[in-house]
T-cell receptor
Framework: NAGVTQTPKFRILKIGQSMTLQCTQD?????MYWYRQDPGMGLKLIYY???????DKGEVPNGYNVSRSTTEDFPLRLELAAPSQTSVYFC????????????FGSGTRLTVV | GQQLNQSPQSMFIQEGEDVSMNCTSS?????WLWYKQDPGEGPVLLIA?????ELTSNGRLTAQFGITRKDSFLNISASIPSDVGIYFC??????????FGAGTILRVKS
């Protein structure tokens, strides 16, 4: 099992550009999450999904969109990149009924200039 | 939103020293988790706590679930250079979402 895989690892965007951060997991986990990590701020939940076809907003959803067409994939879309979206983005997954914590990907470091 | 107050923000200690960090909340949680993040990587689960008062060890790490269910502690004994990283606490209520603390940055002098 590869676990949770995120691509790309690094990306520099210009203000107003768009991009999709990819996340895929091969553990058949129903629950998937997107977090952003800002220095000294911990991890903030952007969006999450409890299964294919179901998504919901987290704490900081503005400026982002997600889709969940399959169990494996949970891409995060930035439509009009802004400097405030410079951050490290983490995808995570969890099997249903588990309270054992998430499995995280290794992150995508995004800089918007 | 919900917040976890994690302290200290950072620590710079001598190799071999013990380390203590804690997390507090104004809300009750049913599960407390401690993660470690190495540079350039995602957080990795260290210890999970499920009952108030529970004390759990994982090698040199020991964590406790506070009696009030509003706090948790992590201790690292006899620190070594590979302990460096960011340690996060996280709380979970019923349901699947975690709330994270801001992290404790640990640096070890050898």
């Amino acid at each position: 099992n590869a676990g949770v895989t995120q691509t790309p690892k690094f990306r520099i965007l210009k203000i107003g550009q768009s991009m999709t951060l990819q996340c895929t997991q091969d553990m058949n986990h129903n629950y998937m999450y997107w977090y952003r990590q800002d220095p000294g701020m911990g991890l903030k939940l952007i969006y999450y999904s409890v299964g294919a076809g179901i998504t919901d907003k987290g704490e900081v959803p503005n400026g982002y969109n997600v889709s969940r067409s399959t169990t494996e994939d949970f891409p995060l879309r930035l439509e009009l990149a802004a400097p405030s979206q410079t951050s490290v983005y983490f995808c995570a997954s969890l099997p249903p009924g588990s309270n054992y914590g998430y499995t995280f990907g290794s992150g995508t470091r995004l800089t918007v200039v | 939103g919900q917040q976890l107050n994690q302290s200290p923000q950072s620590m710079f200690i001598q190799e071999g020293e013990d380390v203590s960090m804690n997390c507090t909340s104004s809300s009750i949680f049913n599960t407390w988790l401690w993660y470690k993040q190495d540079p350039g990587e995602g957080p990795v689960l260290l210890i999970a706590l499920y009952k108030a008062g529970e004390l759990t060890s994982n090698g040199r790490l020991t964590a406790q679930f506070g009696i009030t269910r509003k706090d948790s502690f992590l201790n690292i004994s006899a620190s070594i250079p590979s302990d460096v990283g960011i340690y996060f606490c996280a709380g979970q209520r019923n349901g699947n979402k975690l709330v994270f603390g801001a992290g404790t940055i640990l640096r070890v002098k050898s």
